[in-house]
C-alpha cells in the first residue's frame, strides 16, 4: 500500500478517534469521592430557608443534605453543565425524613428553570410533579411554579421507592421543548398520548432540588450519583 496512503489513513483514524473522545468527555459525571465538591463545579441556591447555613456536608461518596424542621427549598447546580439539551440523572438515599421532597433540574437559569421532583415521605409520599420555575411569574407577585401536566396537580407512581435508607434514581431529558421523566429505569407519562412540553428556557445549568416541609420537616437526603449528557 502506498506510504502517503497509509499515513492519511492513520491521521484520520487519530482525528477520529480523539473527536470520540472530546465528545465524550463532554459529558459530566460525579461519584462524589472528591469530597471538595465545589472544585467539581458546584454551588448551591437557597430558594427557601436560612440563607446563612450550610446544609452540604461532604462524605466519601455522597453529598450528604442536613435539613431542618422548617420549610427549606435547596437547589444544587453544576457550572460545568450549562448546554441546551440535557439528560440528567442522579441517585439521591433518603436516610431519614417525614416531609421531604426531591429530583432533578435542567436548564436552571437566573429567570427560571425545569425540574422533576418527588415526595419520599409526608402526605403526598409516592407521587411526582413535573415543574417550571417561572421568576417573571415570581416578580409580578405570582406562584413562580408552574405544573407542566394539566389536569392533574400530581401523579403517583409504584416505581417510587418508600422508606428509610431507600434509593431512588431519577432521570429527565430536556431535548428541543419536550420533557421527558424516568423513576428507577421505567418512564413515567403524566400526560396521556404525549409528553410534557415547554419552550420558554432554551438553555442552563443541570442540578438537583432539595424540599423538607412543616410539620416534622427535618431530613437527611443524601446525593450518591450524578450525570448530566449533553446533545447541543
Not at 7 to 36: G, P, R, Y
Not at 49 to 78: K, Q, W
Not at 97 to 109: L, P
Not at 155 to 164: P, Q
Request: negative net charge; aromatic residues 16%; hydrophobic residues 35%.
Amino acid at each position: 500500500m502506498n506510504k502517503k496512503l497509509v499515513f492519511f489513513t492513520l491521521v484520520l483514524v487519530l482525528i477520529s478517534t480523539l473527536a470520540i473522545c472530546m465528545a465524550a468527555s463532554a459529558d459530566f459525571k460525579d461519584d462524589f469521592s472528591d469530597t471538595d465538591y465545589s472544585s467539581n463545579g458546584w454551588y448551591y441556591n437557597i430558594l427557601l430557608g436560612n440563607r446563612n447555613t450550610d446544609y452540604l456536608v461532604p462524605e466519601r461518596r455522597r453529598i450528604s443534605f442536613h435539613l431542618p424542621d422548617y420549610d427549606t427549598a435547596l437547589y444544587v447546580l453544576n457550572e460545568d453543565t450549562y448546554a441546551e439539551d440535557q439528560v440528567v440523572e442522579a441517585t439521591f438515599e433518603n436516610v431519614y425524613s417525614q416531609n421531604s421532597q426531591y429530583g432533578v433540574v435542567c436548564r436552571y437559569h437566573d429567570y427560571g428553570w425545569y425540574e422533576f421532583r418527588i415526595t419520599v415521605s409526608g402526605e403526598f409520599a409516592g407521587s411526582y410533579v413535573v415543574f417550571k420555575y417561572d421568576q417573571y411569574l415570581k416578580d409580578q407577585g405570582k406562584t413562580p411554579y408552574v405544573i407542566l401536566h394539566p389536569g392533574m396537580d400530581r401523579y403517583y407512581s409504584y416505581d417510587i421507592k418508600l422508606g428509610l435508607n431507600v434509593k431512588n434514581t431519577l432521570k429527565m431529558s430536556c431535548a428541543d421543548d419536550e420533557i421527558r421523566i424516568w423513576i428507577n429505569g421505567t418512564e413515567q407519562f403524566p400526560i396521556k398520548n404525549g409528553k410534557p412540553r415547554d419552550s420558554d428556557f432554551e438553555d442552563g445549568e443541570a442540578g438537583v432540588v432539595i424540599w423538607t416541609q412543616r410539620p416534622a420537616g427535618s431530613a437527611q437526603i443524601d446525593l450518591t450519583k450524578f450525570s448530566a449528557q449533553f446533545d447541543d
